[in-house]
């Protein structure tokens, strides 16, 4: 059973910086490419990034693109998502997700708000 858990979100200015965690269990994490999702208050579900099985390939969408980064260690099977210059329409549910057949399974979410 895939099981995602995402911590490191709260409260933040905006400009400021916010490391996000996600350790995943329940599957072969070296296998898979892993994604981050973001949902907003009152909105559809935002694809954030992508990095590939083995690390080397990485996709943003453009609202985050030379803003954030994502990595993995496969070794210690967390995905992280380095946020920095955060906005206020950053603020969202930050969700890892791995996809299969088709759909994303996903963690319960951590909250990140940009605020000041």
């Known amino acids: 059973e895939v099981q995602l858990v995402e911590s490191g979100g709260g409260l933040v200015q905006p400009g400021g910086s916010m490391r996000l965690s996600c350790a995943a269990s329940?599957?072969?994490?070296?296998?898979?490419?892993m994604t981050w999702l973001r949902q907003a208050p009152g909105k559809g579900s935002e694809w954030v990034s992508t990095?590939?099985?083995?690390?080397?390939?990485?996709y943003y969408a453009d609202s985050v693109e030379g803003r954030f980064t994502i990595s993995r260690d496969n070794a210690k099977n967390t995905l992280y998502l380095q946020m920095d210059s955060l906005r206020p329409e950053d603020t969202a549910l930050y969700y890892c997700?791995?996809?299969?057949?088709?759909?994303?399974?996903r963690g319960q979410g951590t909250q990140v708000t940009v605020s000041g």
């Open positions: 997700a791995t996809e299969r057949d088709g759909d994303y399974e």
């Open positions: 329940g599957f072969t994490f070296s296998n898979y490419d």
């Open positions: 990095i590939n099985s083995g690390g080397y390939s990485r």
